[in-house]
């Protein structure tokens, strides 16, 4: 099932529908005690980066549910339209370009600023999507063993690729290995999707519940 969309603003307009949604969905699902809790705080996480992300922003957010051999496959899916000007892309040009954002802490907010760059880069003129939001990604660190080409027109950034990616290089001691270990959203999604398309970013969590 695909439940009605939700539109959702950066000054977190549209939040308490987001959450409302997210119990319906539960319900409908048969998600009760703490399948019905992980779902709202995976909710919660996501409708939090979107605070303050970029002045604006009105994003679309949905759920969607189907039933596999393993359980219940769960995502939560948040996506923008890219909407960026002259201006605007000279400054996020630049921090890609550096590499300096301080404000990339975090999974959630390392997550975060892989949508914010995403979203704010235009697919036409001199710089590709694809090419420049991927640079920001390995300058700030989320890239890492993490992105992959699905099509020829778009990307992706999956925290399981980059979760296997720092296990097979034994590196539990790293910051990179403690942002995992704190994280709400990495310990209870099983994969967070960032998809980098010609005209949209989207991020998807998925959770299979059993």
């Known amino acids: 099932m695909k439940s009605d969309i939700i539109n959702i603003q950066s000054d977190l307009g549209g939040s308490e529908e987001a959450m409302a949604t997210a119990e319906r969905f539960s319900s409908y699902n048969g998600f009760t005690g703490r399948d019905a809790r992980h779902i709202r705080l ?14 604006g922003l009105n994003a679309e957010l949905w ?41 990339a802490r975090g999974i959630l907010g390392k997550i975060r600023e892989v949508f914010r760059v995403s979203a704010q880069y235009p697919h036409t003129g001199i710089y590709l999507t694809e090419y420049a939001a ?17 099509y020829a027109n778009e990307r992706m950034w999956s925290l399981m690729n980059y979760r296997e990616s720092l296990e097979r290089e034994n590196e539990p001691d790293t910051e990179e290995w403690d942002e995992l270990e704190k994280s709400i959203i990495a310990k209870l999604a099983d994969d967070v999707k960032v998809w980098l398309r010609s005209d949209t970013t989207e991020v998807v969590i998925e959770k299979t519940v059993k």
């Open 42 to 55: 995976l909710t919660e996480e996501l409708v939090s980066m979107v605070h303050g992300i970029m002045e």
């Open 63 to 103: 759920f969607e549910s189907e039933k596999t051999d393993e359980g219940t496959l769960c995502r939560i899916c948040l996506c923008a339209q890219k909407s960026v000007d002259a201006r605007q892309e000279e400054h996020f040009l630049s921090v890609a370009s550096s590499g300096k954002n301080e404000n």
């Open 134 to 150: 991927a640079n920001s990604w390995y300058a700030m660190g989320a890239g890492r063993g993490g992105i992959s080409r699905e």
